[in-house]
């Protein structure tokens, strides 16, 4: 099994910068994609962004490309989400998310199907 621990979020205003971690351990060496979701209060999990370990290839979401950027340390099994130029309407639970080679699952790192780990999420606010 795999366990994800979030880390960075807080309270930012309009413009401001946050760096989000998810640092991954257990059976990190069977790590396929690591992800970020993200949640408001009422609102269905949405996709944000993610990476494929082997080829590092990136995936967003169009309400944060250009804004935002995802990163990994494949050694480590951690993922970074670098936020920038926040919105209010980014305000929500970010989680992080792993999908392994044994999950059995074929759906492409949007969809939250695709992922058999979660993290407990990081609150992120930002206010106007």
């Known amino acids: 099994q795999v366990q994800l621990v979030e880390s960075g979020g807080g309270l930012v205003q309009a413009g401001g910068s946050l760096r989000l971690s998810c640092a991954a351990s257990?059976?990190?060496?069977?790590?396929?994609?690591m992800g970020w979701f993200r949640q408001a209060p009422g609102q269905e999990r949405e996709f944000v962004a993610a990476?494929?370990?082997?080829?590092?290839?990136?995936y967003y979401s169009n309400s944060v490309k250009d804004r935002f950027t995802i990163s990994r340390d494949y050694a480590k099994g951690t993922v970074f989400l670098q936020m920038s130029s926040l919105k209010p309407e980014d305000t929500a639970v970010y989680y992080c998310?792993?999908?392994?080679?044994?999950?059995?699952?074929?759906?492409?790192?949007?969809?939250?199907?695709?992922?058999?780990?979660w993290g407990q999420g990081t609150q992120v606010t930002v206010s106007s």
């Open positions: 990476i494929t370990w082997s080829g590092g290839s990136t």
């Open positions: 998310a792993v999908r392994t080679y044994y999950s059995g699952s074929s759906y492409p790192p949007a969809y939250t199907s695709a992922y058999n780990y």
């Open positions: 257990g059976r990190t060496f069977s790590i396929n994609t």
